[in-house]
């Protein structure tokens, strides 16, 4: 019984390894194109920064939980994190309309524009896993 349990470890491992992957990518690029230094601000407890950027983490998360859950393999995956990773990046800029000095507020502290910003890219993101249909 514990050895059928444990047959779906490798394709855990390896999706979950994956997971990790595409999340490292995600915050890698996602952290170039800010005009603002999240972690920086972060590390100076500026609550603004780890708002809107765990919340767009959260909003890729979405997606890529969907990816995982229903690719055919690692490839299919990797393809959808991707997408998932445009589309945040799309809704950043799309956010960027409305409130155009959004970074330099982030990066002044203000609750608002972060809060903004992190709940539509977590609006996005839900809409893209839902979107996902293979």
């Known amino acids: 019984m514990i050895l059928q349990s ?5 394709a855990f491992l390896v999706y979950f390894c994956t997971g990790l992957i595409a999340i490292v990518a995600y915050l890698f690029v996602y952290t170039r194109i800010t005009a603002h230094n999240e972690f920086q601000l ?3 407890n500026q609550p ?10 959260l ?3 979405a997606p890529l939980v969907s ?30 309309v ?15 524009p972060a809060i903004w910003l992190g709940l539509s890219s ?7 896993a839902a979107s996902m249909i293979y």
Do not use: M
């Open 98 to 112: 409305p409130v155009p000095d959004l970074s330099r507020r982030i990066d002044d502290g203000e609750l608002a």
């Open 59 to 61: 909003g890729f998360v």
């Open 6 to 10: 444990l047959a779906g470890l490798p």
């Open 67 to 96: 990816a995982i859950a229903h690719s055919a393999n690692v490839l299919d995956c990797l393809i959808w994190a991707t997408i998932a990773l445009i589309v945040q990046v799309i809704v950043f800029y799309l956010v960027k």
């Open 48 to 57: 603004a920064a780890a708002i809107a950027l765990g919340l767009s983490l």
């Open 42 to 44: 972060i590390r100076d």
């Open 122 to 128: 977590v609006a996005a993101g839900l809409l893209n």
